[in-house]
């Protein structure tokens, strides 16, 4: 079944624990993309990937870091997370071309204390 | 960045009525989608509509597209109670960032049955 996963699902975690929230996608698409939502404010995008080792900066990048080493998986790494992080996060992936339609993981809720 | 805001930002209708969601961007764009979100779940794709077309026609749905007023809306016709989520819109831009697609806050929709 073509899917994007996304681990963990839920997460409490406390401020300054460094965490990782893997995603992965089984459809060889080029293209794969963070966003989180929050309640007011849509959804707004952290990072995104064009391609292996090609990443680049969203709207709201400050506090993740991301990496992409193989096609089918792109990681968010929060180094130092932070209340104003607590968000529901997903992950998209979809293919290159101009006319791209986004395949979205089922969400990972994190909360920071 | 360009984004797209839906209006209204929730409605709710009786189950056999029709729903129509509205959209509004700013800058010039490649394509316009929409995406359904069942509370608390990840995005899935509704249907895409790019710049040169005006109507777009998918099993209930009906979208129209105004480049000149920058403007979509998403028509569901014959609500069902399993209508009942949020709707996005989602813009892409020309050129090199028509891939990139940004979110507006949504629509939510209660279908009662």
């Known amino acids: 079944e073509a899917q994007v996963t996304q681990n963990p699902r839920y997460l409490i975690t406390v401020t300054g624990k460094k965490l990782t929230v893997t995603c992965s996608q089984n459809?060889?698409?080029?293209?794969m993309s963070w966003y989180r939502q929050d309640p007011g404010l849509g959804l707004r995008q952290i990072y995104y990937s064009m391609n292996v080792e090609v990443t680049d900066k969203g709207d709201v990048p400050e506090g993740y870091k991301v990496s992409r080493k193989e096609k089918r998986n792109f990681p968010l790494i929060l180094e130092s997370p932070s209340p104003n992080q607590t968000s529901l996060y997903f992950c998209a992936s979809g293919t290159s071309g101009a006319y791209n339609e986004q395949f979205f993981g089922p969400g990972t809720r994190l909360t920071v204390l | 960045s360009q984004q797209g805001e839906e209006d209204p930002q929730a409605l709710s209708i009786q189950e056999g009525e029709n729903a129509t969601m509205n959209c509004s961007y700013k800058?010039?764009?490649?394509?316009l989608q929409w995406y359904r979100q069942n509370s608390g779940r990840g995005l899935v794709h509704l249907i895409l509509?790019?710049?040169?077309?005006r109507e777009k026609h998918s099993g209930r749905l009906r979208v129209t597209l105004d480049t000149s007023k920058k403007s979509s809306s998403l028509l569901i016709t014959a609500s069902r109670a399993a209508d009942t989520a949020s709707y996005f819109c989602?813009?892409?831009?020309?050129?090199?960032?028509?891939?990139?697609?940004?979110f507006g806050k949504g629509t939510k929709l209660s279908v009662i049955p």
């Open positions: 509509i790019r710049s040169n077309e």
């Open positions: 800058t010039s764009i490649n394509n």
């Open positions: 989602a813009t892409g831009g020309p050129g090199a960032g028509s891939y990139q697609l940004t």
């Open positions: 459809m060889n698409h080029e293209y």
